[in-house]
């Protein structure tokens, strides 16, 4: 059987966030064997999300924890506890699996990206830990793992090359298995600095020799950071609001 892979989505209530969530689903939807675990920045769960969830047309879990305020600050990394949230699930999904867990690939989907179909069927046969190059990011066209003979020796990248693992969320992929043996891997926020959650996460599970070049010895870019531009709302009525109440 095909290993399941698992992507956790953290999102938060936007306006934008229908249509992200949307554009993301149409993308997951066309992945064989892939569980989506979309967990909201919220104090509980929406029913927008709840709706889009249920008609989404793929396996999906909905969980939620909010980000206490002091950490909603720009600078701050973001969705920490939600990230958490969805590896604790899964660590509970398979707590008797007693180190043999089912095949299965866990990989971070912000909701903004923008992911190629490609890049599932690289993630897929991920043995521990797989990593690749992500498009339109660190102030680059790309960043990228460079490989030499198999092996990941460096990082092609702009921006704090210090980093001992020099990579985006969207570049990796983790299996269960080694997120079951390493059960107390976790996004932290204390002595995190900005940027460095996926290197801080990735130190405590694996080393970089042991990284799985993906996407031809990675010089293929199959995710794009992609951001949203933030939507002009500055002409919504104050008064003379519309007769039907629309979910957008
Ligand atoms: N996110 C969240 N709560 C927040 C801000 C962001 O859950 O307060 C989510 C967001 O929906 C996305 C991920 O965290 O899935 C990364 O956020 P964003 O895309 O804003 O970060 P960037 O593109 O700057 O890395
Ligand atoms: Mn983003």
Redesign the pocket.
């Known amino acids: 059987p095909l290993p399941t892979i698992y992507a956790i989505?953290?999102?938060?209530s936007r306006p934008v966030q229908k249509a992200?969530l949307t554009r993301l689903a149409n993308t997951l939807r066309q992945v064989a064997q892939l569980h989506w675990i979309l967990v909201e920045?919220a104090a509980a769960r929406s029913e927008l999300v709840s709706r889009l969830l249920a008609r989404a047309g793929l396996p999906s879990t909905h969980l939620h924890v909010p980000?206490p305020r002091r950490y909603?600050r720009p600078g701050l990394p973001?969705?920490t506890e939600?990230r958490n949230a969805g590896l604790a699930w899964l660590r509970q999904r398979h707590r008797h699996g007693h180190g043999r867990a089912q095949p299965g690939v866990l990989f971070f989907a912000?909701?903004?990206n923008t992911y190629s179909l490609e890049l599932f069927q690289e993630m897929r046969t991920t043995r521990k830990v797989s990593v690749w190059p992500v498009g339109l990011v660190g102030g680059r066209r790309y960043e990228r793992p460079v490989v030499e003979n198999g092996k990941v020796v460096s990082w092609y990248t702009g921006w704090r090359a210090d980093r001992p693992f020099a990579i985006d969320?969207a570049g990796f992929a983790v299996s269960l298995q080694v997120i079951l043996s390493n059960p107390k891997a976790v996004f932290k926020r204390r002595g995190s600095q900005p940027g460095m959650q996926e290197s801080d996460f990735l130190k405590q599970i694996t080393t970089v020799e042991e990284l799985e070049p993906k996407a031809s010895n990675c010089t293929k870019v199959l995710v794009w950071?992609t951001?949203t531009e933030k939507v002009n709302l500055a002409n919504e009525p104050k008064y003379r609001l519309d007769t039907v109440n629309i979910e957008v």
């Not at 989505?9 to 938060?12: A, F, I, R, S």
Request: a negative charge; zero cysteines.
């Open positions: 989505t953290p999102t938060y992200e920045d980000t909603k973001r969705a939600q912000d909701d903004d969320m950071h951001r």
